[in-house]
């Protein structure tokens, strides 16, 4: 199951909730002051692998040159 962050829009707290994705905290109140509707962060896991993806890239096309040092 997928683990969600959100916002409270009263007090700001920060919480984690795990639900699945077809499912909606929207009605799961705030941990610290009870306000419900928390607003949903994006998750910085995505921006993350998306980074990792051109970078594998950048390793790749080195990964030649440090083969021929393997051949001695
Ligand atoms: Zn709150």
């Known amino acids: 199951m ?3 962050e959100y ?3 009263k007090c700001g707290k920060i919480f984690e909730l795990f639900h699945k994705m077809s499912e909606d905290a929207s009605n799961t109140p705030c941990p610290e002051c009870g306000e419900v509707g928390p607003e949903k962060q994006m998750s910085a ?3 993350v692998s998306k ?3 051109v970078e ?3 390793s790749s096309s080195c990964g030649p040159g440090g ?3 393997g051949f001695s």
């Open 2 to 4: 997928p683990l969600y």
């Open 7 to 9: 916002r409270c829009r």
């Open 56 to 58: 594998s890239l950048a």
């Open 67 to 69: 083969g021929g040092g």
């Open 45 to 47: 896991v995505s921006s």
């Open 51 to 53: 980074g990792g993806g």
